[in-house]
């Protein structure tokens, strides 16, 4: 039993390593190469994530400022939407 919790916590400190590198506002993206559709929908799932991230380290956001316009914004609201409204359908509903 120890062993399974051992492996899913380091597997859990693994998948949140490889996820803070891919987080908005950190300074990949500039005027000429801006965030897109799919990085709307990476930082859309990853909202919580980088939420997170801005209270302890200045310059990480919620959002990417530097987009594409519509599109981005469009990957990111269904991300989010999907993400959270989708672990709301999942429930079972007691009677």
Not at 16 to 41: I, K
Request: net charge positive.
């Amino acid at each position: 039993m120890k062993m399974k919790v051992f492996k899913i916590t380091l597997l859990l400190m693994m998948v949140s390593f490889v996820l803070t590198g891919c987080v908005p506002g950190d300074g990949s993206y500039t005027p000429e190469d801006p965030a897109g559709f799919l990085w709307g929908v990476w930082h859309g799932w990853i909202a919580p994530i980088s939420l997170i991230l801005s209270f302890f380290k200045d310059g990480y956001r919620l959002y990417e400022v530097v987009n594409t316009g519509f599109w981005y914004d469009f990957g990111f609201y269904i991300a989010v939407i999907s993400g959270f409204g989708g672990i709301s359908l999942a429930r079972r509903k007691k009677d």
